[in-house]
C-alpha cells in the first residue's frame, strides 16, 4: 500500500492463502511455545490492537533484564567463545545509510543481491497509530554495512523483494515470524533463511531473547532498547540508529556461532529443515471476522442484551482508534470495554464510576460510548447476536490413551535430548500422530508437520510409543 499501513484491524484474522495441508508450510500459531516457531517470550503482536500490557510489543523481543543474561549463561553448558574462529567475531559496522528513494533502493538492490548472507529485521509502530505501519527495514551485509530503508517514504518495495527470493541469497533474522508476515503480505518471497531464535531452540536454549544469545556466545551487550518508540517518526534519533543497527549487526557471527555448535551436536540438519519450512510459509491474509468482539476476555459470559452493547462499544473504539490514527487500547481498555458491556451506564455520572473511563475519557468520548450503548439496547429481540460454541471433537477411547502414551513419552525423552517438550513433539502433532496412529517411521513421515528430522531420529521411539496402549 501506497503509505505503508499494514491491514492489522483487530476484526479480523489471518487466513491461509494456502492448503493447510501442504507439507512445508505449517502455520505458526501465535501465542504457543510448542513448536520451533513459537514466539520467544509468547504472545506477539497482531496488529496494533492489542494492550502491551496483555501481550508482548514484539514476537522476537530482543531485551532482557541483565539478571536473565546472566542467569542463562550460568544455566547452560555453553562452550567458551574461540574468538580465533572465522566468522564468529562481532562486526564493527562501517555506519548505516538511510534509504527513502527509489534511486537510493535500486542500488541498494543491486548491491545486495549478489550471492551471501542478508541479517535482515523490521520496527513497526503498532504503540503509536493504527492501523500499525511496516515503520523501518534493517538490512546488513557481513562487511558492516547496515542500510535503513523508510517504507513509508517508498511505499513500493518491489525492488527490494527481488533481493530475497534470489536463490544465492541467506537471509538471517532472530525470531523473525512476523517480520516474515509484514513482507510476505507485501508480495516477499524468501529463497533461503537461517533464524537464530530456532537455532537455540534446538540447542536447548532456555531464554531466547536477543540480547541473551549475544551476550552468551558473543559477549556483545547491545544498547538500550527502544522497542517503544514511535518507528514512524523522522528523522530517527541517534539512538534509535543506533538500535536498529545493532539489531542485524551481529546475526552474522551469531549465526556462525550456532551453526558451530550445530553441527557439533548434529542438529544443523534439523534446524535447516524448520527455516526451510518456515522460509515456504505462504502469507498469512487476513478476512473480516464479524464476531472479533466476541474475542475479548469475559465477553462469552454475557448475556445476548449485554453481547449487542458489547458490538457496539467494539465497532465504536475501532471508528474512533482509525480516526484519531491511535491504537484501539490507547481509547479504551478492553477491560473498559467489557465492564461497560457487563454494567451498561445510564449517564456521565454513571460512566464516570467505571474503571478507565477517565475524566478525559469521558470529556473526548463518552457523549459517543452512551450512545454506542442506547443502540446496543435498542437492538430488537431477533436481531440479537448469539455466539456458537463449536464443540470439541470427540477422540475414540484408543486414540486418548494412545496421545497420553505420547505425552509420557515425550516427557520422558525431552531431557534426555535437553530439548523442550514441545519442540521434540508439538501438542498439535501429538493429536495427529495418535489419531492416525502410523506402523513405521516411514508412515510417520508422512504426516503432515511432523519433519524428517523428527521421523529419523525419534520415529522407532514413537511408533513404540503408539504401539504400548
Not at 211 to 228: A, I
Not at 295 to 302: D, I, M, S, T
Not at 313 to 339: M, W
Amino acid at each position: 500500500m501506497p503509505d505503508g499501513r499494514g491491514d492489522a484491524d483487530p476484526r479480523e484474522r489471518p487466513q491461509s492463502t494456502a492448503r493447510s495441508g501442504e507439507r512445508g508450510a505449517e502455520r505458526v500459531r501465535a501465542g504457543r511455545a510448542d513448536g520451533a516457531h513459537a514466539r520467544a517470550g509468547g504472545g506477539g503482536r497482531d496488529g496494533a490492537c492489542r494492550d502491551p500490557r496483555q501481550s508482548p510489543l514484539r514476537d522476537h523481543p530482543r531485551g532482557s533484564s541483565r539478571g536473565a543474561a546472566s542467569s542463562a549463561r550460568a544455566s547452560r553448558a555453553s562452550p567458551p567463545r574461540d574468538e580465533g574462529l572465522s566468522g564468529t567475531r562481532p562486526i564493527a559496522t562501517l555506519g548505516s545509510h538511510w534509504v527513502e528513494t527509489v534511486s537510493d533502493l535500486t542500488a541498494v538492490s543491486r548491491r545486495l543481491v549478489t550471492p551471501g548472507e542478508i541479517a535482515l529485521d523490521t520496527e513497526g509502530d503498532s504503540l503509536h497509530h493504527y492501523p500499525e505501519r511496516l515503520s523501518l527495514i534493517q538490512l546488513a551485509r557481513a562487511s558492516g554495512d547496515v542500510w535503513l530503508v523508510d517504507p513509508i517514504a517508498l511505499g513500493d518495495l518491489g525492488l527490494l523483494a527481488s533481493v530475497f527470493s534470489a536463490p544465492s541469497v541467506v537471509t538471517v533474522l532472530h525470531a523473525g515470524d512476523n517480520d516474515l508476515v509484514q513482507l510476505k503480505r507485501r508480495g516477499f518471497g524468501f529463497a533461503a533463511l537461517f533464524d537464530t531464535s530456532i537455532a537455540a531452540r534446538f540447542l536447548g536454549a532456555k531464554a531466547l531473547g536477543l540480547d541473551v544469545l549475544l551476550q552468551t556466545y558473543l559477549g556483545v551487550e547491545l544498547p538500550p532498547s527502544r522497542q517503544r518508540d514511535d518507528w514512524s517518526r523522522r528523522p530517527l534519533s541517534e539512538a534509535q540508529r543506533r538500535y536498529a543497527e545493532s539489531d542485524v549487526l551481529h546475526l552474522f557471527a551469531l549465526k556462525a556461532r550456532l551453526t558451530e555448535e550445530l553441527e557439533r551436536i548434529g542438529r544443523l540438519a534439523w534446524v535447516e529443515e524448520e527455516c526451510a519450512a518456515l522460509a515456504a510459509q505462504p502469507a498469512v491474509e487476513r478476512i473480516v471476522d464479524p464476531n472479533a468482539f466476541a474475542r475479548l476476555k469475559g465477553a462469552r459470559e454475557l448475556p445476548p442484551r449485554k453481547l449487542a452493547i458489547l458490538h457496539e462499544l467494539y465497532e465504536l473504539r475501532e471508528q474512533l482508534a482509525r480516526s484519531a490514527d491511535r491504537p484501539p487500547f490507547k481509547i479504551l481498555a478492553e477491560e473498559t470495554v467489557v465492564r461497560l458491556a457487563q454494567e451498561p451506564p445510564v449517564d456521565a455520572a454513571a460512566l464516570a464510576a467505571v474503571p478507565g473511563c477517565t475524566p478525559k475519557v469521558i470529556g473526548r468520548w463518552g457523549e459517543a460510548v452512551l450512545a454506542a450503548i442506547a443502540r446496543g439496547r435498542a437492538v430488537p429481540e431477533t436481531a440479537l447476536p448469539v455466539l456458537e460454541r463449536t464443540p470439541r471433537p470427540r477422540i475414540p477411547g484408543i486414540a486418548a490413551r494412545r496421545i497420553e502414551a505420547l505425552r509420557q513419552w515425550r516427557t520422558e525423552a525431552a531431557p534426555r535430548f535437553g530439548l523442550e517438550p514441545g519442540l521434540l513433539l508439538p501438542n498439535r502433532l501429538i493429536t495427529t500422530v495418535a489419531l492416525a496412529a502410523p506402523r513405521d517411521a516411514g508412515a510417520l513421515a508422512m504426516l503432515d508437520g511432523v519433519r524428517r528430522w523428527r521421523a529419523e531420529t525419534f520415529g522407532a521411539e514413537i511408533v513404540a510409543a503408539l504401539a504400548a496402549p
